[in-house]
């Protein structure tokens, strides 16, 4: 009798990130705090926070960001997470996210009298690229 997997799916609106039936735990980061979903984990539906995914398949662990989304536990041990942005934190260009954290920030400081929306849009863009940077020197150590 063979061991149940997760089959887990991370999509994003320009492509599937990550698509395997034989993943063993997957930990993801919700609006009300980091979940582990085993095989046969009860369905949810959850939203995402701007955190790290990690997966682990055949003793391995495999790191994703993302930002903003919705996961779906299904019954049948399908996990599926529509991203609005993911990446494999192998992938990642430190010097590029460190970049793009600090034009957010400098974007930030010049802008004058912020609504609440702007500001929260700025904040949103700045802890979305320091997530980035944080998870791929986490992974190059």
């Known amino acids: 009798m063979s061991k149940t997997k997760i089959q887990l799916h991370i999509i994003t609106a320009e492509n599937t990130m990550y698509n395997n039936d034989a993943v063993d735990a997957v930990v993801i980061p919700t609006r009300d705090g980091e979940i582990t979903v085993l095989p046969n984990h009860m369905p949810l539906v959850s939203a995402l926070a701007v955190g790290e995914i990690r997966a682990q398949h055949d003793g391995h662990e495999i790191s994703f960001t993302v930002d903003d989304g919705i996961l779906e536990v299904r019954p049948d041990s399908r996990v599926v997470i529509l991203a609005h942005r993911s990446e494999r934190s192998i992938d990642i260009d430190i010097d590029r996210a460190e970049e793009a954290y600090k034009r ?22 700045m802890a979305k690229e320091l997530n980035r940077v944080k998870i791929a020197k986490k992974w190059r150590k």
């Open 104 to 125: 957010a920030e400098q974007a930030m400081d010049k802008a004058e009298n912020l609504s609440d929306t702007q500001f929260a849009h700025f904040k949103g863009l």
